[in-house]
């Protein structure tokens, strides 16, 4: 078997290389794909800022140490910790 160089193909193989590696690759055409993409990553971010918001406030706010804090204290690390991009077929 030999080696083809890119240069030595023919100009129609190399226009179907093209198309075909176009045709494979992902592309966000639909408008709803688009806007669910967006949503996802806008209630990402505001997961990520509400939840070291409500950490940071428990943490700095002295007067606020009871078990109801705590819980809630919890329940922001554990949100932020589960907040991940989900994979999703569309």
């Known amino acids: 078997m030999s080696d083809v160089w890119l240069g030595e193909l023919d100009l129609k193989v190399m226009a179907d290389l093209e198309r075909s590696f176009r045709d494979s690759m992902y592309t966000y055409k639909d408008p709803l794909t688009a806007t669910l993409i967006g949503v996802y990553v806008l209630v990402f971010l505001l997961s990520i800022i509400g939840n070291v918001l409500v950490i940071v ?34």
């Open 57 to 90: 406030i428990i943490r700095l706010d002295k007067s606020n140490r009871g078990i109801d804090a705590f819980l809630m204290l919890n329940l922001a690390v554990a949100d932020l910790l589960g907040t991940s991009p989900m994979e999703i077929e569309l």
